[in-house]
């Protein structure tokens, strides 16, 4: 059996947890984190990480290793409607403190990055737990884990719940959660469109009857998603790739495939929970705090903000330091997290009532917006700072 002795110990080491321990990587406190995972992270999840937060993974010394491992750049969202015309592009703003492109490359890669650079300053990764179990002692938390091949125990004074939608951390230790199920679930198919520009841009077809976003993929591929009813769901699950494409063909005539299959198929949600006030230094960040559906691919990017700003705070700490003295700064950061995430998660979750449909009857009011937004700069440019992450 292990002992460890740490400041921080995180359950979960998905993007929220793996930035976390990178972003903590040079203040020199002791991390460890803990995760049932056995294999890579779900490669369908936020893969186009926003420019304002490249600075911040360029602080964390991981951008150069994103770009290194074939991470490539998109300069904009593009809209069209029911018959496939353009309506507009949303592009990406020229500011001060943001890069002049989204990057993207498949989450397992950006999760698998992450963890790399955490472990490199020195954080302790046990993966592949099958069970654990968390009481207090004596000021700190003690953290009883098994594993297949071993057990141990993580004594920590921070306990951060990084562990997901559905996160144990949350449950065990009965923090209120506010949620709300969107009516459809998404899919998700992966496939290679007949021409692929050299500039790759976002691109989201208004049909008839649903939102169609066709997401850029490295190497050329495109990731598609669009709410689908439940007795569709054998249709996209079983038929072959032909029918699949006349499908697709039909609700975005201008756009053709080459290759498409069925990915996965995802339940979205928007929930949020509470601040943690019972006994102990305690928070929960990433899907366990915020979870949102994917309509503005905004997910894995809160969880990079999220992360940076709980670091920064501990990271004002001194390695051993006690519960006393990271209380005060966990209220800090659920106040920062009051008043910067929740309107941003607000906005996302009428983006969100806005895609789940599967009889949008062509979008008329979105997009009239679009054709506004078109014909003004400002709002163009509102839009654009807006998906950049710069409001
Ligand atoms: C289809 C889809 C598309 C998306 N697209 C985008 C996008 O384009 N842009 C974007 O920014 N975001 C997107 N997102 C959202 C984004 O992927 C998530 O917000 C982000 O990955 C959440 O990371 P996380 O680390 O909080 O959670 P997770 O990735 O769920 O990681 C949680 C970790 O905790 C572990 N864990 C769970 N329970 C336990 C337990 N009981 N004990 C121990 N370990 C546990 C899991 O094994 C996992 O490794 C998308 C999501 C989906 C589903």
Redesign the pocket.
Known sequence: MTTQQVDVGI?????????LAAALANTGLRVAL????QGP??T???????PNLQPVLARWGVLDRLQAAGAEQRVGTRWFDATGAHIVTVPVPEHEHCAPSFLFLN?EHI?DILLARACEGDATNIDA?SE?SLERSEGAWRIAWESEAQSGVVTCTVLVG????????RHRLNIGLSRHRYQYP?A?LYGRQQAVPTLRTLDVYLAQQRMVSM?PRTGGDTKV?FPVAVDELPFWRTEPTAALKQRLAEWCPQVEFESLEFG?V?P?VSQQSEAYDGEGAVAL?????H??H?A????????FRVADQLAGLLGTLKPGFSEREALPLLSQFEAQFSEELSPRLAENHAAGLQMDTVDGDGFAALTAQLSAAAADPDILQVMALKAAGLR
Request: overall charge neutral.
């Open positions: 359950i979960g080491s998905g993007i929220a947890g793996a930035s803990l995760d049932r995972r992270l779900d369908a999840r936020g893969d186009h990480i926003q989450h999760g737990i654990w990084a562990d997901g939608t559905a996160s144990a951390v998404i998700v997401i998603g996965a995802y979205p960040i990433g899907d366990a705090r979870a949102m994917p503005r691919s905004m997910g894995m990017n809160t969880c």
